[in-house]
């Protein structure tokens, strides 16, 4: 299984971006695909999971509003457009994929890719 993240890059805070997570050897739409970050100096965070089907979702508290997680099955990839972007959202970001049922722990999932660094400047 691979997954692959891309999108991102440096803008101002107030910005918006999207984040592609393309996966390629599984059976996609049977997963769930989660997004996380790092920043600089901290621990790995959950930002986002979404189901299969896409019809469930979850977000950290500190995105809630602002980042929404959506799905394309037939192209096999996973979004997080990211909007109101502020300097705190500065981090690698990652995709991952795991079992059928969204979690918000690093646990649940197997299959990580490679981040895609996210810097918003003040």
């Known amino acids: 299984v691979q997954l692959q993240a891309c999108g991102g890059g440096l803008v101002q805070a107030g910005d918006s971006l999207r984040l592609s997570c393309a996966a390629s050897g599984r059976t996609f739409s049977s997963y769930a695909v989660g997004w996380f970050r790092q920043a600089p100096g901290k621990e790995r965070e959950f930002v986002a999971t979404?189901?299969?089907?896409?019809?469930?979702?979850l977000y950290a508290d500190s995105v809630k509003g602002r980042f929404t997680i959506s799905r394309d099955n037939a192209k096999n990839t996973v979004y997080l457009q990211m909007n109101s972007l502020k300097p705190e959202d500065t981090a690698v970001y990652f995709c991952a994929s795991g079992g059928p049922i969204i979690y918000r722990t690093e646990a649940a999932y197997t299959y990580w890719g490679q981040g895609t660094l996210v810097t918003v400047s003040s």
């Open positions: 979404i189901s299969g089907s896409g019809g469930s979702t």
